[in-house]
């Protein structure tokens, strides 16, 4: 085992305004070797997420945030190279919280072992891991949609975005789409089935919200913050609910986060705003797995991934993602399947 | 009836920033005379309510603006000096939408007519009217009190902050109350019954929310806005709700409303803020009202009123009110009773 060489990304400080490749170190050190209850993973592919600015930063949150000199935090999906817990056998393909890296020593309590037959392998790290499950239980239990209701949904060609937008259409809502450039829109429109789709780098968002939604917004899904939001707040039906499952248009200012300055729009119209994190929804990841799973083998749930092969390519990869030049669940390929 | 003079405030401009006395006309023109339906009141009490700088402002909310030459709107309480409608006669007293005036002709239905023996009249304004209601079910609807739960409310003095106190304290909450100096200070915790307050005015209140909430905040009552919010926010326990009742620190404001800055913590803390009018409970009023004239008469619910002597103060009194100057619920007398 202690033959195989492990590249990581560690981080060595905390950014300041936009993550930069400085602020990791690239390393080679061995891999581990697996201790009682453990497994060795070999890393295939990792997903790359919004949220994982946030974890760079110091301070409290929701998740502890990533130490200095730690590997960097990241999910990914991998195979079992060698194992020390009845549950897991080598050649199993697993989920899990790997970290950049090439090989990740885990328990196999915090490894999920998934079929590779079910789904290429990055979707489980997309519409069928935790993005999926993010717009699932974020979508279903904060927006509680109605049928006829209209949902809005920013980001919506994103990991998160892709999958609210179908499940609002299965739950029978109107579904306008907000995503930068006539590409993903669409993709949102024309694969996942979004009513319409509003190009925020190209269209008056105001004028195109006023145009689609005459009697207002009752759920929006809300992956960026920002400006869009504080637009759509401004367009709510009464008892709109707003569910805040990120803020990617903000992540990295550096001067202090905008609030949404036009909240007072919930006291007119009676309406809410509430926030979540998938892993307030553990218990019940079941029961989301089994019905996005459901959905995809039926065709209702179409997912896109974006390969960027090389791990090496980690700082890059995920500035790309904050300036939303990924087309579907960004990923960086680790190794060959 | 055409003899009687009525002194009326007009709204001529739309204040910008603080409203200001060269915002409305004052004139004398005869009061009018009920028609079928309605009747004639002498108004007594006018009730000086933060939302009124809202009313002034053009544009959607959840009720129309005054419009530019109408008397300015405003819930009064006085006596019926002529009707011509059966539900009503004359010596009754009524609440109802009476607007900056001696005297108004309103529809029978539109008054409500209060039994003067249960307390002194302003109070129908106050603790027994819309202010008693808007804490009633603000608190007990969206903030949804359990026992032993930490409840912050700020204007914590106020009209509807008093009552907010007090009946989180029935329900078993720890209260906590912020408001501006050491005699609200005194009020919210000797007479209202709070467990501490904060004075805003002269304490850190960071950290005095810090010290008070080691186990965070459960509720928030929420009737100021702006700083306050901001750093309530990042005190939230988890699953806090946050009731938007107003925004008093901001309805001034020339710049755009500083909006929370800190709106993320919701999604740390899979809390919610959900906004409401009072009028959106009209339906279940006579609940309300029972309950908080049940509390009055058992002693639990205490109250003050701040009155102010003088139809022609108005535009006066109205700023006193936005800097925070009255101690208790402010009032207008217009007439003696």
Chains 1, 2 share one sequence.
């Not at 919004?50 to 999906?77: F, T």
């Not at 020390?84 to 050649?91: K, Q, R, S, T």
């Amino acid at each position: 085992m202690s033959t195989l060489e492990n590249r990581q990304f560690k981080l060595t400080s905390r950014p300041v305004g936009m993550v930069k490749r400085s602020d990791f170190e690239f390393v080679t050190t061995p891999a581990g070797e697996p201790g009682p209850g453990e497994a060795l993973v070999r890393v295939l592919y990792l997903s790359l997420d919004p949220a994982m600015r946030g974890w760079m930063n110091a301070g409290r949150s929701y998740i502890a945030p990533v130490g200095l000199g730690e590997v960097m935090r990241a999910g990914g999906i991998g195979r079992v190279v060698a194992s020390n817990d009845p549950a897991l056998g080598v050649g199993d393909t697993v989920v899990g919280m790997t970290g950049v890296q090439d090989y990740a020593v885990l328990k196999a309590k915090d490894l999920t072992r998934v079929d590779p037959r079910l789904a290429p392998l990055p979707r489980f790290l997309g519409a069928l891991g935790m993005p999926g499950l993010t717009a699932y239980f974020g979508l279903l239990d904060i927006g509680q949609p109605k049928e006829g209701e209209t949902l809005v949904v920013s980001a919506a060609a994103g990991a998160v975005g892709a999958v609210t937008v179908q499940i609002g259409k299965i739950k029978g809502c109107r579904v306008l789409g907000i995503a930068g450039g006539p590409d993903k829109c669409r993709y949102v429109v024309e694969e996942l089935g979004a009513d319409a789709a509003i190009d925020y780098k190209n269209e008056d968002v105001r004028a195109a919200l006023a145009r689609h939604c005459p009697k207002g917004i009752d759920i929006y899904f809300d992956n960026v913050g920002g400006e869009i939001l504080d637009i759509v707040l401004l367009m709510l039906a009464r008892r709109a609910r707003v569910v805040i499952c990120g803020a990617i248009s903000q992540y990295n200012n550096i001067e202090s986060m905008q609030g949404p300055r036009n909240y007072m729009s919930l006291l007119i119209n009676h309406a809410l705003m509430e926030g979540f994190v998938v892993f307030d929804y553990a218990a019940r990841y079941p029961e989301g797995m089994r019905a996005l799973a459901g959905w995809a083998l039926s065709g209702k749930l179409k997912a896109r991934e974006h390969i960027v092969e090389g791990l090496e390519t980690f700082p890059d990869t995920l500035q790309k993602l904050y300036r939303g030049e990924n087309f579907g669940k960004l990923v960086i390929q680790v190794a060959d399947e």
